[in-house]
């Protein structure tokens, strides 16, 4: 099983990031998928969840209204739409399956550093 994560980057208070990860090792299209982040000093958090046909979506309250979790289970890959960011969503970012904070399959990706500062 592997994740591979990509599109972060510095970027200013208030901008945009569009965050990609591309699955493998298994049947990518059964599985719920989520976004999580870990910031220096912090947790691992769940950031946002989108059920296998994604038809349903559910979000953490501090991104609610500004992130947009999207799937293309043709490509094995799940986006994170990141808009309005603020310095409080500087953190690594991780795809992973299901929504626990315990990975599915016992691994994760190397994840996105995502830097919000001016």
């Known amino acids: 099983v592997q994740f591979v994560e990509s599109g972060g980057g510095l970027v200013q208070p208030g901008g945009s990031l569009r965050l990609s990860c591309v699955s493998s090792?298994?049947?990518?299209?059964?599985?719920?998928m989520s976004w999580y982040r870990q910031a220096p000093g912090k947790e691992r958090e769940l950031v946002a969840t989108i059920t296998s046909n994604g038809g349903s979506t559910d979000y953490a309250d501090s991104v609610k209204g500004r992130f947009t979790i999207s799937r293309d289970n043709a490509k094995n890959t799940v986006f994170l739409q990141m808009n309005s960011l603020k310095p409080d969503d500087t953190a690594v970012y991780y795809c992973n399956v299901g929504r626990g904070l315990t990975p599915f399959f016992g691994s994760w990706g190397q994840g996105t550093q995502v830097t919000v500062s001016s």
């Open positions: 090792g298994f049947i990518f299209s059964i599985y719920m």
